[in-house]
C-alpha cells in the first residue's frame, strides 16, 4: 500500500465509525457511542510520617541525591484462589532490573520489605475518615488491611498495603448525583525516574505517603460530566485542609467504555482540565477497534484458526537487505519479516487522532517485549522507511497475497520471542473487539498502552497487620466538625454574588473559610473578597514568584490592618502584591514602598476647580462623561486607600455642576 492509499484509509474508517473533533461533539454524539465513565481519584494526605512507617512525608529529592540502591525482580505470587493476575503475569514477562534509588531522610528498612509494618499512621486514619463521611459513605465496622499486587516495581514489596474505610456514598453534581463505590486509604508508590529497555528506576521519597482513593459508579455519560465530578472531588478533599496539593499530590485514573466496549483505565491524569479530551478520545478508540472487529468478521477470519507467520531476514538474503535492515542486523539485532493474512487495511485504520491501528502494536512491543521504539515498520505506514519494491519484495518472499499486511520487525534476539507473541496476542483480541487496558495519558488527549488492567486476582489480607475496629464514638467525634458540602459551597457563592469566573479557582484553594472570617471579623462584603481573591490575587499567584514564608494567613492579616487603620478596601490591591514578594514586611513599610499618603477627601479634591477649567481649555466639545472621567484620572491614585472611588466620582459631580 503506498503511503497516501495508507492516509486515505485512515481518513476514510475515521468517517465510518463518525469521529468528532471534541469541540464540536454534542451530547447526542456521546449518546450514539454510549459513552459511560467513572472515576478514581487519588488523594495524598498532609500527614507528617508515612502511612506503615514513621519516616517523614513530604520531603522530595533530586534524582541524584541517594544514600543506596536497591536492585529486585519481581515475580507473580497466586491469589487466595490459586490464581495469576493477567498484570503481574504480563510484568513478569517484561524480564525488568528494577533499580530503587533510596535517600536515608525518607526511607527505612519497611520500605524494601525487611520490617514488618508499623501500625497505620492515626493521623492518616482520621483524615481519610473525615472525607469519607464528607462523601457520605458508610464507614465500616472494622478496618481490615489487604494488599494489593504491583509488579511493574513501582513498590519494592511488590504489593501495596490498602484498606476500604467507606462504601456507597454519593456527590451533588449540577443536574445530576454521582454514586460513590468506595473510599480507601493505602499508600502511595514510587516515582519513576526512568524506564529504558529491561532497566527500570525508582526513587522512593513519595513511597508509602498516605493516600486515599474515592471510586465512583460509571455514572458520567459525557466528558463534561466527568470533568465535573473530578472537581467536586477535588474541592471536597481540599475543603478539610488536610490533603496535599501541588503537581503529583492529586491524580485520576479515569475508566472510560463506550456501548459494545469494556472498561480501560487512562492512568494516573496529573491535570483535570485533560479529562474531557482523554475521555472523549479513549471512547472513539474503543468504537473504532468494534469497527475493526467488524471488518476481520465480514472477512470470514475465525480466531481460533487465524495465524501470523514468520521468517528471519538475515545476510543470506541479499535481495531483502535494504539500507535500514543491515543497519539494524549490522548493530547485533534480529530481523524478522510478518505477514498478516488478509488484513490489509487494518493496520492504517484510524483509532485516535494521528494514531493508526499499528500504534497498538508499536507501543505493546515497547511494554512487554521491551524494545524501544521504533520497533518495526510495516505495509501501510504513513511515512514509509522502506520503498514500496522493497515492502513487495518482502512480502513476496513471505508467501503473501494481495489482501495480506506485512510487518518488519527488529530488536535484540533474546526479546524477539516476546514480541512476536505480543504481535500476534494483540491482534488475536482486534478480533474481539476492545481489551481491557491499563493507558497512559499524555497532554494532546492521546493515549498508549501501559499494561494489562488488573483484576480481583491481586487482593489478599495483610497477614502482618491486625484489623482496627471504629467505634460509634468515634466516628460521631468527627463528624461534629466536618466542613460544609461542595454542593452548599455553591450555593453560597451564588447567594454572596461572588462571580462565577472565580468560584473554581477559590474552591480549589480551598478559600471560602477565609472569605469568611475576613468578612464576618472585619465587615468587608463577601462579593468584595470573593472578587480580590479570585482575581486581583489569583493573578499575583500566577504571575509572581512564591516567598517561602507566603502564607493565605498575610491576607487574613492585611485585611486586619487596613480595618483597624480605616483604610478603603481598594488598597489591597496595591499592597498584595509587594507582601507576596517580601511576606515578613510591615504593612506600615508596605504602604511605604507603594508611595501611599493619608489624604482626607477635602484634599484629594482640592485641585478639582482648577483641573477642571485646564480641561475646558483644551477641549473644546467634550464627550458626556469625559470631564469627570478624565478628572477621576488625575486624582485616583490619591485616593486610594483613602476614600472610595464611588463617592469621590460622586464629590466631582457635584463640585462640576456647581
Not at 503506498?2 to 476514510?12: I, L, P, S
Not at 494526605?45 to 514513621?54: A, D, N, P, W, Y
Not at 519494592?156 to 473510599?183: C, D, N, S, Y
Request: overall charge negative; charged content about 25%; some cysteine.
Amino acid at each position: 500500500m503506498k503511503q497516501t492509499d495508507a492516509q486515505k484509509n485512515f481518513e476514510v474508517t475515521k468517517k465510518t465509525i463518525g469521529y468528532v473533533e471534541r469541540q464540536k461533539a454534542t451530547v447526542k454524539d456521546y449518546k450514539r457511542i454510549g459513552f459511560k465513565s467513572g472515576l478514581e481519584v487519588h488523594q495524598q494526605l498532609k500527614t507528617s510520617s508515612k502511612l506503615f512507617c514513621r519516616c517523614p512525608a513530604g520531603i522530595y529529592h533530586d534524582n541524584e541525591d541517594y544514600d543506596a540502591e536497591v536492585i529486585r525482580h519481581m515475580r507473580p505470587t497466586l491469589s487466595e484462589l490459586g490464581e495469576y493476575d493477567g498484570t503481574a503475569l504480563m510484568e513478569f514477562k517484561t524480564r525488568k532490573n528494577i533499580t530503587y534509588r533510596l535517600n536515608n531522610q525518607t526511607a527505612c528498612t519497611y520500605e524494601v520489605d525487611d520490617t514488618p509494618p508499623f501500625p497505620i499512621d492515626p493521623e492518616a486514619l482520621e483524615y481519610a475518615l473525615e472525607i469519607s463521611l464528607l462523601s457520605k459513605l458508610n464507614i465500616v465496622g472494622e478496618v481490615h488491611i489487604t494488599r494489593k499486587q504491583y509488579l511493574d516495581g513501582s513498590i519494592p514489596t511488590g504489593f501495596q498495603r490498602t484498606a476500604i474505610l467507606g462504601v456507597e456514598g454519593e456527590i451533588q453534581l449540577k443536574h445530576k448525583k454521582v454514586r460513590l463505590i468506595q473510599l480507601s486509604i493505602e499508600e502511595d508508590s514510587c516515582r519513576e525516574i526512568s524506564d529504558i529497555g529491561h532497566d527500570r528506576i525508582y526513587k522512593t521519597d513519595r513511597l508509602g505517603m498516605p493516600l486515599i482513593e474515592t471510586v465512583t459508579h460509571p455514572d458520567m455519560e459525557t466528558p463534561d460530566e466527568l470533568a465535573e465530578a473530578a472537581e467536586y472531588i477535588r474541592f471536597l478533599n481540599r475543603s478539610t485542609g488536610k490533603v496535599r496539593t501541588g503537581m503529583g499530590a492529586g491524580r485520576e485514573d479515569v475508566n472510560v467504555s463506550c456501548a459494545g466496549g469494556s472498561r480501560v483505565e487512562i492512568k494516573g491524569v496529573a491535570h483535570n482540565k485533560w479529562i474531557p479530551e482523554l475521555s472523549h478520545n479513549e471512547a472513539f478508540r474503543q468504537w473504532a477497534l468494534l469497527n475493526i472487529r467488524k471488518l476481520i468478521s465480514d472477512r470470514g477470519l475465525k480466531k481460533n484458526i487465524w495465524k501470523i507467520s514468520y521468517q528471519e531476514i538475515e545476510l543470506s538474503h541479499p535481495e531483502l537487505l535494504t539500507p535500514l535492515l543491515r543497519e539494524k542486523i549490522d548493530q547485533g539485532l534480529q530481523v524478522m519479516g510478518i505477514n498478516l493474512p488478509k488484513l490489509q487495511g487494518i493496520l492504517s485504520h484510524f483509532t485516535q487522532p494521528g494514531h493508526p491501528f499499528a500504534d497498538e502494536l508499536i507501543h505493546r512491543l515497547k511494554v512487554i517485549a521491551c524494545i524501544e521504539r521504533p520497533n518495526m515498520t510495516h505495509s501501510e505506514a504513513f511515512e514509509p522507511v522502506l520503498s514500496q519494491p522493497e515492502l513487495g519484495r518482502i512480502a513476496k518472499w513471505l508467501g503473501a497475497e494481495k489482501s495480506d499486511a506485512q510487518i518488519i520487525l527488529w530488536g535484540p534476539a533474546d526479546d524477539i520471542p516476546t514480541a512476536l507473541e505480543t504481535i500476534e496476542e494483540r491482534l488475536l483480541m482486534a478480533f474481539e473487539g476492545v481489551p481491557e487496558e491499563t493507558r497512559k495519558s499524555f497532554v494532546d488527549g492521546t493515549t498508549i498502552f501501559e499494561r494489562v488492567l488488573p483484576g480481583s486476582d491481586r487482593m489478599y489480607p495483610d497477614t502482618d497487620s491486625a484489623p482496627i475496629p471504629l467505634t460509634v464514638e468515634y466516628i460521631d467525634t468527627l463528624n461534629q466538625n466536618l466542613p460544609m458540602d461542595i454542593a452548599d459551597r455553591y450555593n453560597q457563592l451564588r447567594n454572596w454574588a461572588v462571580p462565577e469566573d472565580t468560584w473554581k479557582y477559590l474552591l480549589s484553594k480551598n478559600m471560602l473559610p477565609l472569605i469568611e472570617r475576613i468578612s464576618d471579623n472585619f465587615g468587608f462584603t463577601h462579593k468584595s473578597i470573593g472578587s480580590f481573591l479570585g482575581q486581583t490575587f489569583k493573578s499575583i499567584e500566577g504571575n509572581q514568584e512564591l516567598h517561602k514564608n507566603f502564607t493565605y494567613e498575610k491576607i487574613y492579616e492585611l485585611f486586619r490592618y487596613i480595618s483597624e487603620q480605616k483604610l478603603v478596601q481598594g488598597i489591597a490591591k496595591f499592597m498584595i502584591s509587594e507582601i507576596y514578594a517580601f511576606p515578613d514586611m510591615q504593612f506600615s513599610s508596605v504602604l511605604t514602598s507603594i508611595h501611599f499618603k493619608h489624604r482626607s477627601i477635602k484634599e484629594i479634591i482640592a485641585p478639582i476647580e482648577f483641573l477642571y477649567e485646564k480641561f475646558k481649555d483644551n477641549t473644546p466639545e467634550p464627550e458626556p462623561d469625559s470631564a469627570i472621567n478624565w478628572l477621576m484620572g488625575q486624582v485616583h491614585r490619591q485616593a486610594i486607600g483613602n476614600v472610595k472611588l464611588a463617592d469621590l466620582r460622586q464629590q466631582i459631580e457635584q463640585i462640576i455642576k456647581c
